[in-house]
């Protein structure tokens, strides 16, 4: 499957933002599909998923919980993260990255998959 990654942009802190992650050439069915980020001098670290798109499991990584919400359109194949109350922490590039072969201890690394979007700039100003 490949990944189209869009929606990022410049912020002030407290601002939203809605990315999203448009899939070709098949549908997302049997995928997991996540968010990462890779700020500059970091690694590149996962932030939401939807883990077996057809169970739909919802997974957030700490520092976004009750911020960032994982959604999806299944007609149009895409899923969205939307962002709210963002932080000057929470600039990076994000990517959006699927893979079949997914289980849940291994949600939350980079290595688990092998299909990535391009990456798209988020940056919150303070």
């Known amino acids: 499957v490949q990944l189209q990654a869009s929606g990022g942009g410049l912020v002030q802190a407290g601002g939203s933002l809605r990315l999203s992650c448009a899939a070709s050439?098949?549908?997302?069915?049997?995928?997991?599909v996540a968010w990462f980020r890779q700020a500059p001098g970091k690694e590149r670290e996962f932030v939401a998923g939807?883990?077996?798109?057809?169970?739909?499991?919802?997974y957030y990584t700490d520092s976004v919980k009750g911020r960032f919400t994982v959604t999806r359109d299944v007609a149009q194949k895409t899923v969205y993260l939307q962002m709210n109350s963002l932080k000057p922490e929470d600039t990076a590039v994000y990517y959006c990255?699927?893979?079949?072969?997914?289980?849940?201890?291994?949600?939350?690394?980079?290595?688990?998959?092998?299909?990535w979007g391009q990456g798209t700039q988020v940056t919150v100003s303070s």
């Open positions: 939807i883990f077996r798109w057809n169970a739909g499991r919802l």
């Open positions: 050439g098949r549908t997302f069915s049997g995928y997991t």
């Open positions: 990255a699927a893979s079949s072969r997914v289980i849940l201890s291994t949600l939350g690394s980079p290595s688990s998959y092998d299909n």
